[in-house]
């Protein structure tokens, strides 16, 4: 994408689900999501699972838990150019 000049992420406000109220902000990422990555390309199926189950004591599912690294993700590439997040809270 040569020609992109900006990125707008669509995440949402339940990514934060644990903060009573959501400011324009960054939050802390629940994990780092460099990790989390190493982390599922390197257990089998079994354990996977197990892990996947432990992490959900910090999200109540893995979607809210991977918008939240996602958002790390995003932030940690917003030097190469324009970002911004977005965060609705209801979906359509």
Known sequence: ????????????????VNNAFIEEKMYPPIADW????????????HT????????LDYA???Y???????ESVIQDYSF???CAIVRPSLGT
Do not use: G, Q, W
């Open 48 to 55: 996977l699972n197990i892990f996947t189950a432990k992490c």
């Open 80 to 82: 190469f150019f324009p």
């Open 1 to 16: 994408m040569k020609n992109l000049k900006a990125l707008v992420y669509v995440s949402t406000a339940f990514a934060h």
């Open 64 to 70: 809210i838990f991977s918008k939240n690294l996602a």
């Open 34 to 45: 460099r990790k989390m990555i190493e982390i599922a390309e390197s257990l089998d199926e």
């Open 60 to 62: 109540p599912n893995t």
